[in-house]
C-alpha cells in the first residue's frame, strides 16, 4: 500500500503552513479545543501522537504533565520543524509512516491523533498496532475528517442560492468506502473514506471500548464572531473519538 | 411532552398498510435483515419490542425460541392487528406509549425497537428506561431513520439531473437537533433528529457498551434487481445500534 507524504510537496507545505498560521481556523476553533476536552489527567503518561507535524501538541503534552512524548510523522518537513521548535526532554520524534507502527515498541497510556488518519488506507492495521501498543485500560483518542466529507466525490460540496451562501451539503456515494481524490492546495492528496460503523466497528472489533465520539460544531458566540462557520452546522467537517483498550 | 401516535390516523394507516404490504420495500430489504442479523441466540429470552406495530416480529421471536415477548405499541388499531394476527400463549401486547415506560417492571434480557425511536422526543429517557428494564448483561437493538435523514428540513432531499435521476443527498442543519416536521401519507408527521454523536453517546452514558452500528446498504445483487436502491449508497436511510447494558 502506498504512503502518502503529502507534508513534503513544497506547494502543500506552504499553503498548509499559511492555513495553520492563521488564527481563527477550523482546526484552532473546533477540532483542537474538542479534541483536548476528550484528554484525560495527562500526568506521567507515556503519549504516543501519530501524525505528529510540526510537534506543537507533543510540546503541550509535556506541559501538561506528561511523562513522555513520542511523535512520530512521515514527514521531513514537518520534524524538522518540530525539532527546531518544539524540542524537550521527554519528547522524541520518529520519522515513520504510521503504517510502520508494528515496529514500534508499545507500553503507552496514551495514543492521540489529530486528523491523520483518514490519510491512512489500512485503517483496520493502525487500530491493530494502536491496540498492541497501548497498556490494558490505556485510551485512543483520534480526530479525522468526518465521513460526511470524506465520501466527497468531486465538484461543488455544497447547494447554494445564487448569491453563493451554502444551503445544504451534498452528500454522495457515502456507502461507497475507499480512496477519493481532494483538492486541497494541491491536486491529488489522497483521502481514504470510511463509513461512520466502519470507523467505530473496527475499533470495537480491535479490542477497544468506545468512550465518546464527538462532532464538533461552533457556539452561538462563535458563530456571532465568523458567521459562516454556519456551514458547519450543515455539515460536522470533523469526527473525534474516544476509545479504551479494554484488558 | 406531546406523546405521537400517526398509526391511529385513518390516512397513515391505510398509506401504512399498503406500503408494509409490498414485497421489495426498503424495510424489508435492508432493515429487517440487518436487525435480524444482530439478534443473540433467543432462546430462554424474555424480550421486550418498543413500538412493536402490529406483533409480526413479536411472533418471529417467539418462533425463534424466546421464551416470553412483550410488545408496546401506542397504536391501539397496529394493536388490534396484532393481537387479531399474531397472538400466542407467551406473547403479551400492552398498549403503551414509549414515553411511559417507567411503569412497566423490568427483567428482561433484550429490548428491540425497528423504526420508532425517532418518534421520541426524549431520547434519554427511553435509554434510561431500557437500562432499568434490562439485566445486566442484557442488549439493546433498536433501528431508527439515520441523523443523515432525520436531519432534514423540507423540500427535495435530493439533488437531481434534469431527468431527475438522484446525484446526490442533501444535508441540512445536521447540528441543529430537534422536532423535524415530515411528509409520509400525512401532512406533520413529527420525526426527532438527533446526531449520530448523541445516539451514541447518551447510550454510553448511561450505562450501555457499543457492541456494533450498522448503515444498511444494497448488495450488488440487489441493486442489480433494484437499480433504484442506489440512492441508499448516496446517503442510508436507516441506523441499527446494538448496545450491552453493562453490569
Known amino acids: 500500500m502506498a504512503k502518502q507524504n503529502i507534508y ?13 498560521a492563521r488564527e481563527a481556523n477550523a482546526n484552532n476553533l473546533f477540532e483542537i479545543p474538542e479534541r483536548f476536552a476528550l484528554l484525560p489527567d495527562l500526568a506521567d503518561l507515556r503519549i504516543l501522537d501519530l501524525g505528529c507535524g510540526s510537534g506543537e501538541h507533543c510540546m503541550d503534552y509535556l506541559n501538561m504533565g506528561a511523562k513522555e512524548v513520542t511523535g512520530i510523522d ?10 527546531e521548535k518544539n524540542s524537550a526532554p521527554g519528547i522524541r520524534y520518529i520519522r515513520m509512516p504510521m ?7 508499545g507500553g503507552f497510556d496514551l495514543v492521540i491523533s489529530s486528523l491523520a488518519i483518514h490519510y491512512i488506507e489500512d485503517y483496520r492495521g493502525v487500530v491493530k498496532n494502536v491496540r498492541r501498543l497501548l497498556v490494558p485500560g490505556g485510551e485512543f483518542i ?32 457515502y456507502a461507497k468506502e475507499g480512496e477519493r481524490e ?14 461512520m460503523s466502519t470507523v467505530i466497528n473496527v475499533l470495537i472489533e480491535e479490542g477497544f471500548k468506545i468512550e465518546k465520539i464527538v462532532e464538533p460544531k461552533p457556539s452561538e458566540e462563535l458563530l456571532e464572531k465568523y458567521p459562516d462557520y454556519y456551514d458547519l452546522y450543515h455539515k460536522p467537517d470533523f469526527l473525534i473519538v474516544k476509545a479504551k483498550a479494554e484488558s
Open 8 to 20: 513534503d510537496n513544497e506547494t502543500f507545505f506552504a499553503g498548509y503552513s499559511e492555513l495553520r
Open 74 to 83: 512521515i514527514s521531513e518537513k514537518m520534524l524538522s520543524v518540530a525539532k
Open 99 to 105: 503504517e510502520d507502527l508494528d515496529k514500534l515498541e
Open 142 to 173: 483520534f480526530s479525522q475528517e468526518h465521513p460526511i466529507n470524506t465520501c466527497h466525490t468531486g465538484g461543488d460540496r455544497w447547494v447554494r442560492d445564487e448569491t453563493g451562501y451554502k444551503l445544504s451539503a451534498k452528500v454522495t456515494d
Open 182 to 195: 481532494s483538492v486541497w492546495f494541491v491536486d491529488n492528496v489522497k483521502i481514504y473514506h470510511r463509513s
